[in-house]
């Protein structure tokens, strides 16, 4: 069998000049030599200024792209499972009305976050340039501050008009302050190929997350106190990202970057507040409409889920969309939609081979990972959002980061509008009937939506940018994980088949056939790496 070639894009996928918008250059993005008007050259590829907190070398090569790859995948991956032992010791630790409580909090947190503290960091991503740098990161900072005020006064006014009380504001206003801090500074740091302290950073929080939320559910049992120890974690565990930009913090601020931030991140105002709130409307209509004790299983199940194939999406586009935007910036059109094109079968492989993990061993999971009172609903609702954690991973991490090779970010505005119609509508309608299941179904149908926005949106106009898709790859290793999970299916049927042999031959299976599609589509260049080595004896 042949293995892919290491990079591929295809001419009827990519047609020069079309939908790229290059009749002017623009800051982080591609400038195609034809334009009539270009900018002034930016400052060379190769090593970062001194002291720039980035990765000094050459210009991205496999060898950064893997090495990044398995830098953030390794790091993302140990923290889904002290994430998945968190979510394990608090839902013993907890009652499912407390686990209940501590989400519906969260779930408010994350919406006041998303709309007043998140896009700066993204703006901060797509109009990164390392000429500008510390005027970027100082007038970062200034925003940040800001909106951090306009949170606090915004959960203020809140429990002055009874919404909430004065000790859940000041929890909400915490978590937020603790999401702004871990956010911003790993975002500023991975935007400068610090991948190593963005690990370390994301290592450190899941295992503080997991010591200090124990620690306040065994001496208070109070969901509050939960809130308050996530949102120490995620303040400590800034630490190591924010050291390695320590010299970028010292910019001033400054009104220019200010208003190019401002001009590209206003929409994400709107976009980032509308996904938080149909990130977290289905638990909040639960919450209310069915009670505490639902959400805790609802919101167990799904978090787990969602964090298994968040952690790799995340790892993929925090690794090989940094480095595509960066070729972007730097006029090398092949070379971004070839990385680009590399993340989608990362997705693919991550999105396939996952979900048939899941499949198979659904059981054994929900039984180690969630207490005894969190089972039953959770094997129920598994199939549902596992669907739609496969969506939101596609949506977020490959098809969503088109907006930052656009000039503007009013895509993600319209996806964002998407997801809360659907899932709000589907929300109120299907919850009161179905409970738990309605909100799975309604969760589900959004990011399915949403993803088609971005799909067929990043396409349409004169600043269009289509995400490339390599079909045939794929299809290939969606076929590759159908075949393991036929055979495991199959060795079920045989006599012992759902005892412990038959468990590890079908794991046994699944890694199998999760290597060989690696191998032979040459996802982040392990067919390379591989050759290399024979070749290195």
Excluded at 199 to 205: K, S
Excluded at 217 to 227: H, I, N
Aim: aromatic share 8%; proline share 6%.
């Amino acid at each position: 069998m042949q293995r892919a070639p290491a990079s591929r894009t295809s001419p009827r996928r990519f047609r020069p000049g079309a939908g790229q918008g290059a009749s002017q250059a623009r800051p982080g993005m591609l400038q195609r030599p034809p334009a009539p008007r270009r900018e002034p050259p930016g400052p060379p590829r190769g090593p970062n200024p001194p002291g720039a907190g980035g990765e000094a070398g050459p210009d991205p090569g496999p060898r950064m792209i893997a090495r990044h790859t398995l830098t953030y995948v390794g790091a993302r991956a140990a923290a889904a499972a002290l994430n998945m032992g968190a979510v394990a010791v608090f839902t013993r630790l907890a009652p499912v009305e407390t686990y209940g409580h501590y989400l519906f909090v969260l779930s408010f947190a994350l919406v006041l976050y998303g709309a007043t503290c998140q896009w700066p960091k993204f703006a901060f991503f797509a109009r990164y340039d390392e000429a500008r740098a510390p005027a970027q990161v100082g007038t970062v900072g200034r925003l940040l501050a800001a909106m951090l005020a306009l949170a606090a006064l915004a959960a203020a006014l809140a429990a002055a008009a009874g919404l909430a009380s004065p000790a859940t504001a000041a929890a909400t206003v915490a978590a937020v302050a603790g999401m702004t801090l871990f956010e911003a500074s790993t975002e500023i740091a991975r935007t400068r190929l610090a991948a190593g302290a963005v690990a370390l950073a994301i290592l450190a929080r899941a295992v503080l997350v997991l010591g200090l939320g124990s620690l306040a559910l065994v001496r208070t049992g109070d969901p509050l106190a939960l809130v308050l120890a996530v949102a120490l974690a995620n303040a400590l565990a800034a630490l190591p990202a924010l050291r390695a930009i320590a010299p970028l913090l010292k910019g001033r601020a400054s009104a220019v970057e200010a208003r190019r931030l401002i001009a590209y991140g206003w929409p994400l105002v709107l976009s980032f507040g509308l996904a938080a709130l149909a990130q977290t409307i289905d638990r909040i209509i639960v919450g209310r409409s069915v009670g505490p004790e639902e959400l805790g299983a609802y919101g167990a199940i799904a978090d787990f889920l969602r964090q298994g194939f968040v952690v790799f999406g995340e790892s993929i586009a925090l690794a090989l969309v940094s480095i595509a935007k960066r070729e972007m910036r730097a006029g090398t059109e092949a070379a971004a939609l070839a990385v680009l094109a590399d993340a989608a079968r990362a997705m693919a492989l991550v999105g396939a081979f996952g979900a048939m993990f899941v499949l198979t061993f659904d059981d054994v999971l929900v039984a180690v990972l969630l207490g005894p009172g969190y089972r039953a609903q959770a094997l129920a609702l598994a199939p549902i959002l596992l669907a739609a954690s496969v969506l939101l991973m596609v949506r977020s991490y490959y098809f969503g980061q088109v907006i930052y090779f656009t000039r503007t970010s009013h895509l993600d505005a319209v996806a964002s509008a998407a997801l809360l119609a659907v899932v709000g509508g589907l929300s109120a309608l299907l919850i009161p009937r179905l409970g738990a299941l309605g909100a799975a179904i309604a969760f589900a149908a959004g990011q399915a939506v949403a993803c088609l926005v971005f799909v067929v949106g990043g396409r349409r106009g004169a600043e269009g940018f289509r995400m490339p898709v390599p079909v045939r790859d794929v299809a290939g290793i969606l076929a590759v994980a159908l075949l393991c999970w036929a055979a495991i299916l199959g060795i079920g049927l045989l006599p012992g088949g759902g005892g412990a042999p038959a468990r590890l031959a079908g794991l046994a299976v699944l890694a199998a056939g999760f290597l060989a599609a690696a191998w032979r589509f040459n996802v982040v260049g392990l067919a390379d790496w591989l050759a290399r080595r024979r070749s290195a004896r």
